[in-house]
């Protein structure tokens, strides 16, 4: 085994774009969770955002374009969910599952004709001198526009949720729906807008998947990232700046595990494969061992369903 | 003068029920007005279309002397028409300016806000700390919040709706002190209660609903409780005989109970000590979260704690769980009807089967005896006159009141040696009040222990033969309920002079 050949700087800049999907989607159901709205449909709807993503980004042959109907279609999927959970009051947990299920299915039978083909380039940034520090340059100044656009929409979603009146309003709702109710707040139209950023956010993730982190197109190819993103909302227990070191951790396993793959490390790739996903459930353990704290953050009304009674 | 708001011929009809018919009545700018009625008599839904949460189906409402239909709450709210909410309202994990700013429809920056709080306040004697998180609020002090969230926007009428429920005698005297401040400042009142020796304190004028209909109108002054209550009723009432107290042997005996609460927002128990004789019916009063829920859980078995720290007619049960306290003979009614002390969903057989099925031997190896369950379950409904179709209803299917006599019935049927009740009568309407308690002093003169937990005081004091304040979970030395004053209890409530159970 030759350890020597994984370069640190190499090591970040891949993890970070490794992240960058599940970040997207976990900052979307954040924000859908905040509102009191568990949608367990996160993998779905991510998937259908890479098909489309890339569909449409090979069809015009901009990946800018790919990203933005990805997002759309995340959205519009979601609305399926929106529906039948917020007018129709279905369980949010089985329709979660419902729609991941048809994520995938409906992904597949899109993408059927999409398999084997390369989308446009999505090129790295170059800024001259800056990209060209050593170090620096790289892991500061030379990524794609996707993984600032991340880190800017991160902070964006923190000002939203504690500086702004419409993040108090949302966090409210997810508090306690009566209350809200009861003050005149439209509860159920602040979730459907949730949702919907829900699924546009992790249509994006989705589309980042099959435009830059793979870049083709496979069936299946999320392979359980929007689940992660859903762990990683409790991860964080619902703050957007811990959940970059939520994706940003689960993101430099995976990619120091696949690192290690290529080192020719003599343990069976199927052991290094796991180690991402055990290293969530160890860390869900973890924080999941303060009960107090947990609770304190959750919102309240998470996974309830409003029904108005006036 | 025209008055400040004139309601006439209001209805609102739900399905298969007309909550309000025809009502109306006028309110004088500066004039505190009750509104009278017992649980369904239509109270909450005329107060939610004054606050524009329902629109009515008929009827005219004149604000001013104009016309007056607000569609939602924040036009109610810009008319000048606000609102004091039972429950419901506040959010715990937010801090008391973030729930003040969510009342408003303008809120300022947020220090900006604190300052406003701070000023208005002090301005009428309710301290607040802007900076709180909710949660950790005792009920006076939330109250506080909802009332300060009204007064920063210059409200002409302000609606309250039942708002000493959760409050200790001192609180409302703090109450009552800022009502007559704002009344004298010509902001109207609307005040919602049961309590009908407040209304006689605080009120001007009373309108009385029955079953959607306005009964009558009174000045509370010139009335005794007793003559507005069966306004309300509409027949006569009768009031609990009290037999002589005569203590039994100890049957419940509770020494140095702990027990760490697992709510974020709850009170850990603290060294409760006590013991509960046959024929005996102890009160325990206390303003709610101060442990009530935490001791309800840790008597029924829910929690487990350490063996020794209860024992059941000698026999150490604290590790032991509800079925096995249901065996010995200790049995419990929690506070909440709904989710804790019946199963919504299910049918009321079901229900029965739920508590009795270990004493009552509703089960034969494993397997549910129906006939016996539902005979149990029809037994209860007929002799605790239980109003419902059949025993096959769903529990949420019956109203508060028939639900508590169910809840209530159900344990005291499978004749306990100690019963422990949470909020016996919480929500129920005046005539199911009384006859639960009657049921509960019935069970202690036939021998048993009766543990009442409550937070009305009136409650206590009709039925108690001892009593004790549980604050901050702790729980006072036990005393007789005779020649104890309600404003001995209020200050032992809010926490002053707790004098710890002598070891």
Sequence with gaps: MDLSSISPVTLIVSLMAASTPILLAALGELIVEKSGVLNLGVEGMMIIGAVCGFIAAVTTGSPWLGFLFGAIC???????????????????????????????????????????????????????????????????????????????????????????????????????????????????????????????????????????????????????????????VVFASWKPGRAIIGAYLFGGVTVLQLNLQAAGLAISPAYLSM???????????????????QSLNAPASLGKTFFAST | MTPLLHLSGLTKAYPGVVANDNVGFEIAPGEVHALLGENGAGKSTLVKMIYGLVRPDSGEMRLHGQAFAPHEPRAARAAGVAMVFQHFSLFEALSVAENIALGMDDAPETDALSDEIRTVSKKYGLTLDPDRMVGDLSAGERQRVEIVRCLLQNPKLLVMDEPTSVLTPQEVDVL????????????????????????????????????????????????TPRTMAEMMVGTELKSPTKRPYQPGPVL????????????????????????LHAGEVLGVAGV????????????????????????????????????????????????????????????????????????????????????????????????????????SHAAKSLSGGNLQKFVIGREIMQRPDVLVVNQPTWGVDASAAAFIREALLELAEQGAGVLVISQDLDELMEISDTFAVLSEGRLSRVRSASGVTIEEIGLLMGGTEVDHAAA
């Design chain 1, 275 to 293: 180690t991402p996903y055990l290293a969530t459930i160890i860390v869900l353990v973890i924080m999941a061992s303060d009960k107090k704290r």
């Design chain 1, 74 to 232: 995340g959205a519009a999927v979601s609305m399926i969910f929106a529906v039948l959970t917020q007018y129709l009051m279905a369980n949010q947990v089985a329709t979660g599952l419902g729609l991941t299920m048809f994520g995938l299915g409906l992904a597949s039978l899109l993408g059927h004709s999409y398999t084997g083909i390369n989308p446009p380039l999505f090129s790295q940034i170059h800024i001259p001198v800056l990209s060209d520090l050593p170090v620096v340059g790289r892991i500061v100044f030379g990524h794609d526009p996707m993984i600032y656009f991340s880190l800017a929409l991160t902070f964006a979603i923190w000002y939203f949720l504690t500086r702004t009146r419409g993040g108090l309003v949302l966090r409210a709702v997810g508090e306690s729906h009566d209350a809200a109710h009861a003050l005149g707040y439209k509860v159920i139209r602040i979730r459907m807008l949730a949702i919907a950023f829900g699924g546009a956010c992790a249509g994006l993730g989705g589309a980042y998947l099959s435009l830059v982190r793979v870049p083709q197109w496979a069936e299946g190819m999320t392979a359980g990232a929007g689940w992660i993103a859903l762990a990683i």
């Design chain 2, 288 to 391: 709610a979260g101060n442990g009530q829920d935490e001791l309800l859980l840790a008597l029924s078995g829910e929690e487990l704690t350490q063996n020794a720290a209860i024992t059941l007619k000698g026999a150490a049960i604290g590790n032991k769980g509800p079925n096995h306290r249901r065996l010995q003979g200790l049995l419990a009614a929690p506070e909440e009807r709904l989710g804790h002390a019946a199963a919504p969903d299910m049918s009321l057989t079901e229900n029965a089967l739920l508590t009795g099925h270990a004493r009552q031997r509703l089960t034969n190896k494993g397997f549910v005896k129906w006939q016996a369950t539902q005979n149990f379950a029809r037994a209860i409904i007929e002799k605790f006159d239980v109003r419902t179709p059949g025993a």
């Design chain 2, 176 to 223: 009552f002190e800022t009502l007559r401040r704002l009344r004298d400042e010509g902001t109207s009142i609307l005040y919602i209660s049961h309590k009908l020796e407040e209304i006689r304190t605080i009120c001007d004028n009373a309108t009385i609903l029955r079953l959607g209909k306005v009964v009558g109108t009174c000045v509370p002054a010139e009335e």
């Design chain 2, 252 to 275: 419940l005996d509770v020494k140095n109970l702990q027990l760490p609460s697992k709510d974020p927002f709850g009170t850990s128990l603290r060294d409760v000590t006590f013991s």
